[in-house]
């Protein structure tokens, strides 16, 4: 695709983009979802199991974990062999998990790291246990170089209700950006799809800017993995352009526009996918 070539600069490897998250086998989110929209932003991508689950469009039936020892050797065993250029983290499910793959971060220290703290499915169904949450805010939040909560997320993480307005979103968007580390360049984007009205504002903060990302509400129930999509857009487009900023626009032009199609495919009865491969399927 045209956009994908743009992306990347002339003569510039392709990026490998890897998603450590779960799997959904409708392929709407998680690790399938991850794969697609690297694919379709022009980075290879590449996947670590961290969780199983079996999902559909209307629900979550059952949660297997993956062993902390295999998802840990899964990490080493790809690190040892491939290039990653940039990590996107889903859904991680348990404590131990989370703490093993904080763990091999902190050893192999990719360029980019895309924090999407997964908490709960489009269904309502919980996919992050209770006593995950403060290891991933404790040894994960530290070394995110951009953290992709939405509201009900970022309100978890902070130990808040939910906010409902684009003000609120800054006071939340700069508390988040605290709890980073300070070295290095690190980003909030702070997603406002769950905010009444048709605007979808989303925030993305550096400490010092705060930059606005306008939206309009897509009229849709074909959103199943709107948030595992976005950032693993962000994981293929970072070492492509080299920009916060302007990954984040492109990556939340991509995700509209596969949103504004997800009514052309007809994937379950539920909250069906979005569609990530709009620009190729005419």
Request: glycine content about 10%; charged content about 20%.
């Given at each position: 695709?045209?956009?994908?070539?743009?992306?990347?600069?002339?003569?510039?490897?392709?990026?490998?983009?890897?998603?450590?998250?779960?799997?959904?086998?409708?392929?709407?989110?998680?690790?399938?979802?991850?794969?697609?929209?690297?694919?379709?932003?022009?980075?290879?991508?590449?996947?670590?199991i961290a969780a199983l689950t079996a999902q559909n469009t209307q629900g979550v039936s059952h949660i297997s974990p993956v062993p902390p020892a295999f998802v840990g050797a899964q990490i080493d065993t790809?690190?040892?062999?491939?290039?990653?250029?940039?990590?996107?983290?889903?859904?991680?499910?348990?404590?131990?998990?989370?703490?093993?793959?904080?763990?091999?971060?902190?050893?192999?220290?990719?360029?980019?790291?895309?924090?999407?703290?997964?908490?709960?499915?489009?269904?309502?169904?919980?996919?992050?246990?209770?006593?995950?949450?403060?290891?991933?805010?404790?040894?994960?939040?530290?070394?995110?170089?951009?953290?992709?909560?939405?509201?009900?997320?970022?309100?978890?993480?902070?130990?808040?209700?939910?906010?409902?307005?684009?003000?609120?979103?800054?006071?939340?968007?700069?508390?988040?950006?605290?709890?980073?580390?300070?070295?290095?360049?690190?980003?909030?984007?702070?997603?406002?799809?769950?905010?009444?009205?048709?605007?979808?504002?989303?925030?993305?903060?550096?400490?010092?800017?705060?930059?606005?990302?306008?939206?309009?509400?897509?009229?849709?129930?074909?959103?199943?993995?709107?948030?595992?999509?976005?950032?693993?857009?962000?994981?293929?487009?970072?070492?492509?352009?080299?920009?916060?900023?302007?990954?984040?626009?492109?990556?939340?032009?991509?995700?509209?526009?596969?949103?504004?199609?997800?009514?052309?495919?007809?994937?379950?009865?539920?909250?069906?996918?979005?569609?990530?491969?709009?620009?190729?399927?005419?």
């Amino acid at each position: 695709m045209a956009s994908a070539s743009r992306a990347r600069a002339q003569g510039a490897p392709i990026p490998n983009a890897l998603t450590i998250a779960g799997v959904d086998p409708s392929g709407g989110a998680g690790i399938l979802a991850d794969v697609k929209a690297m694919s379709a932003l022009g980075a290879y991508g590449c996947a670590v199991i961290a969780a199983l689950t079996a999902q559909n469009t209307q629900g979550v039936s059952h949660i297997s974990p993956v062993p902390p020892a295999f998802v840990g050797a899964q990490i080493d065993t790809l690190f040892a062999d491939v290039r990653i250029d940039a990590v996107k983290i889903g859904m991680l499910g348990q404590r131990p998990v989370t703490e093993v793959v904080a763990e091999k971060l902190a050893r192999y220290r990719p360029a980019h790291v895309v924090l999407d703290p997964v908490m709960v499915a489009k269904s309502g169904d919980l996919l992050l246990e209770n006593d995950a949450v403060g290891a991933l805010r404790e040894a994960l939040l530290p070394q995110a170089t951009l953290l992709t909560p939405n509201l009900p997320e970022a309100g978890v993480l902070l130990g808040e209700r939910a906010v409902e307005t684009v003000k609120e979103m800054r006071r939340v968007a700069e508390k988040l950006r605290e709890r980073m580390a300070y070295s290095g360049h690190r980003w909030v984007m702070l997603k406002g799809g769950h905010l009444p009205g048709q605007d979808t504002v989303d925030l993305l903060h550096d400490g010092d800017r705060m930059i606005e990302l306008p939206g309009l509400r897509v009229e849709t129930r074909n959103t199943h993995g709107t948030g595992c999509t976005l950032s693993a857009a962000l994981a293929a487009l970072l070492p492509q352009t080299g920009d916060v900023p302007e990954a984040a626009r492109r990556a939340k032009a991509y995700l509209t526009e596969a949103i504004r199609h997800a009514d052309l495919l007809q994937v379950g009865s539920g909250h069906g996918p979005v569609h990530h491969f709009h620009g190729w399927w005419r």
